[in-house]
């Protein structure tokens, strides 16, 4: 089946001709708008793609994909129709295991992309016993509300969080689920971000990471939690646009 890649991104900002194209990836429960106030940050040099899984917001009536393999081939396909620029991917928490899988379909079928950051995630290779999917409503949400998740706004409004937990849990089973198989080191460049107090990432599994990649790797530390991004966009936008005019250049 081929994919409809309108239905899978999301543009809310014009960027300039050439722009280098970042596809961003939410985490598990999250849609496309969280990275709305990344892409209102990153101004015109590059163009941002947020990502929309099925199951959420104007796709909830699609059925959701509960495991990562599937939801990365489908994914997969989708970009590989929108990369004829020079672009990379930034993955926060689910979404950069998701991203992970999706550069190693993009490279397997011959297209390397500039950057992986991988933010708020432990590698691949590090797996940690979870069940959160098989908590009941109020086990799923009391996780959510953990983690500080989706923004304060949504949280405090029960009936909407309660809307959600399909998608949210769907997105726990997937991550939690996971298990990464054998295959060759990416050929991409991986900057990681992580929280230095986020219970779901040590800094030993964030740094294990660099064993994913022979391109190059770099582990970037901010003080906060799972949603360390929310607390220092500026820095978070700076990395980004810094290491992608870098790279960018070095292709011309």
């Known amino acids: 089946m081929t994919e409809n890649p309108e239905l899978w991104l999301r543009r809310y900002h014009e960027a300039d001709a050439g722009a280098v194209r970042l ?7 999250g849609s496309a708008s969280f990275y709305f106030p990344m892409s209102a940050g990153l101004g015109r040099s590059v163009e941002v793609l947020a990502v ?16 990562l393999p599937e939801l990365a081939d489908r994914l997969a396909e989708v970009l590989a129709e929108r990369t004829r620029e020079p672009f990379a991917l930034f993955g926060h928490s689910m979404g950069a295991t998701l991203g992970f899988e999706v550069v190693a379909r993009l490279e397997r079928s011959g297209v390397t992309p500039l950057h992986l950051f991988a933010s708020g995630r432990r590698a691949p290779s590090c797996r940690r016993d979870e069940s959160v999917h ?9 996780e959510v509300r953990k983690l500080g998740g989706t923004n304060a706004a949504v949280l405090g409004d029960e009936e909407i969080l309660r809307m959600a937990l399909p998608a949210i849990r769907n997105d726990y089973r997937a991550a939690e689920t996971y298990v990464q198989r054998p295959g060759p080191k990416l050929a991409t460049p991986i900057t990681v971000l992580t929280g230095d107090a986020d219970p779901k990432t040590t800094l030993a599994e964030a740094r ?18 799972h949603f360390f991004l929310a607390d220092h966009q500026p820095e978070v936008l700076r990395l980004i646009s810094t290491r992608l005019a870098g790279q960018f ?3 011309h």
């Not at 596809?23 to 429960?29: K, M, R, V």
């Not at 929309?52 to 495991?67: A, K, S, V």
């Not at 994913?212 to 582990?219: A, N, R, V």
């Open 52 to 67: 929309q899984y099925p199951g959420r917001q104007d796709r909830r009536l699609e059925p959701g994909i509960d495991n």
């Open 249 to 251: 250049s070095g292709h």
């Open 23 to 29: 596809f961003c990836l939410p985490h598990a429960g």
């Open 134 to 142: 098989k908590l009941d409503d109020d086990g799923v949400i009391a």
């Open 208 to 225: 294990a990471w660099q064993d994913h990649t022979d391109g190059g790797f770099e582990l970037k530390v901010f003080n906060g939690g």
